[in-house]
């Protein structure tokens, strides 16, 4: 077996369940160059997606529906789950889904580090992977294409140790008190997870609600186009301490157009708590990640907002 110095690993989810893979993209780096690369579609249980997964990654059931499943997947992939580090961007969460997709494979006991971590010495600001590829002037390709992702992951890892005076990367993450090295066989959900997927299938980090926008329609049609919302395009993540669909509600009682997903239009981002099991220790989600990159880029000028600045705009009244 050929020992790479490190393997990044990102995954793709159908929903927002741990075993709901719909793609992985692996890159194996040695001698500081991506020497092997994968990628594959996943076909997920019982071909499920949530629209606000779709939306992020852009695959269908349709384009999965003659995919190989995780079991066909794994014998080609399980090389690289081994002697070697493993590492993720907000890697608790890739490596969820690795864990809730084995099944009866029990690979060997490999360890894994997040890229975030690695990142903080080295990257000012946010440690999104969009913000670190922008600040080390890497070629992004296809954010939340699982492969892009992960070349992009390796990357960052490679521009890091360059940046350091480690002589390799186990050399880096055990001279940087704040990189964790983690053990994939001691990797469990936390006690609040497994209490409630005692009484669930529905994973704890699926707080906010599944309604779309499309289920939303305004209460009036008498609207006041001097609102600072009107035809507004406002997206929301994160939860709020109002339900999600009444939120959504709100904003379209005054005009406002609300949308799933956060794009070049995109006039507002409210953005309410995250659960850092699902957006990592950086606290941002896919769709803040995504504001910010726009706006950095010059192709947006998107608002970020929080939920009560939202609240106030939607009582606003301008003479």
């Not at 079991?71 to 002697?83: L, S, T």
């Not at 239009?265 to 726009?294: C, F, I, N, P």
Request: net charge negative; charged share 20%; with cysteine.
């Amino acid at each position: 077996m050929e020992l790479f110095d490190f393997v990044a690993v990102d995954f793709e989810t159908a929903t927002r369940q741990y075993n709901s893979a719909c793609s992985i993209g692996i890159a194996a780096v040695k001698d500081g160059e991506v020497v092997e690369n994968f990628y594959s579609l996943i076909q997920p249980p019982n071909l499920e997606f949530e629209p606000d997964n779709i939306q992020i990654h852009g695959i269908t059931p349709e384009m999965v529906k003659n995919a190989p499943t995780f079991d066909d997947v794994w014998p080609n992939i399980q090389k690289f789950f081994g002697p070697h580090l493993v590492i993720a961007h907000n890697a608790r969460f890739d490596m969820l889904v690795l864990k809730h997709s084995l099944g009866w494979f029990r690979p060997e006991d490999f360890h894994y580090v997040d890229s975030v971590s690695i990142a903080k010495d080295f990257v000012p600001g946010s440690k999104s992977l969009a913000h670190c590829v922008q600040h080390f002037g890497i070629e992004m390709g296809c954010h939340h294409n699982a492969l892009d992702d992960a070349l992009a992951c390796a990357n960052v890892v490679q521009c890091c140790l360059n940046a350091s005076d480690a002589k390799n990367i186990g050399q880096l993450c055990f001279s940087q008190p704040n990189i964790k090295i983690h053990l994939f066989s001691e990797l469990s959900d936390s006690e609040r997870e497994f209490s409630t997927r005692k009484k669930s299938s529905t994973p704890v980090w699926k707080r906010t609600s599944a309604v779309r926008p499309a289920d939303i329609t305004p209460c009036t049609d008498s609207f006041c186009c001097a609102h600072p919302l009107y035809q507004k395009n406002i997206v929301f993540t994160g939860e709020l301490s109002i339900d999600r669909a009444v939120a959504m509600q709100m904003a379209v009682d005054v005009g406002a157009v609300v949308k799933s997903g956060v794009s070049g239009k995109t006039d507002y981002l409210v953005v309410g708590t995250q659960d850092l099991a699902l957006v990592g220790a950086d606290g941002m989600s896919s769709k803040e990640e995504k504001a910010y990159a726009l706006n950095q880029t010059g192709k947006a000028h998107i608002k970020i907002i929080r939920e009560q600045e939202f609240i106030d705009l939607v009582r606003a009244v301008e003479v």
